[in-house]
Nanobody
Framework: QVQLVESGGGLVQPGESLRLSCAAS????????MGWYRQAPGKQRELVAANSGGSTNYADSVKGRFTISRDNAKKTVYLQMNSLKPEDTAVYYC?????????WGQGTQVTVSS
């Protein structure tokens, strides 16, 4: 069974940066597209960045500020988040794209506040 462990979140001020990591185990990581999702309080979980088949795609709300990357040897996917805004506050999760693995990690909380 796949396990996903997200880390790297925290409390930052607007304009600052964070780098999230997600370590996967229990699956052949390299063959899957992977993405970062987020869920803000009272809102549905949304996909913000995806890396699949050598291509990357981003939600309009994060385009130009977030960068997704992966290290298949380490079975890890990263999300570099720059110029953070209060509206980026959410719990961030990684999972497979376009369909998730059916289970989720615990996520990592990102809070952007002055």
């Amino acid at each position: 069974q796949v396990q996903l462990v997200e880390s790297g979140g925290g409390l930052v001020q607007p304009g600052e940066s964070l780098r999230l990591s997600c370590a996967a185990s229990g699956t052949i990581f390299s063959i899957y597209g992977m993405g970062w999702y987020r869920q803000a309080p009272g809102k549905q979980r949304e996909l913000v960045a995806a890396n699949s088949g050598g291509s990357t795609n981003y939600a309009d709300s994060v385009k130009g500020r977030f960068t997704i990357s992966r290290d298949n040897a380490k079975k890890t996917v990263y999300l570099q988040m720059n110029s953070l805004k209060p509206e980026d506050t959410a719990v961030y999760y990684c999972n497979r794209v376009p369909t998730n693995f059916g289970s989720w990690g615990q996520g990592t909380q990102v809070t952007v506040s002055s």
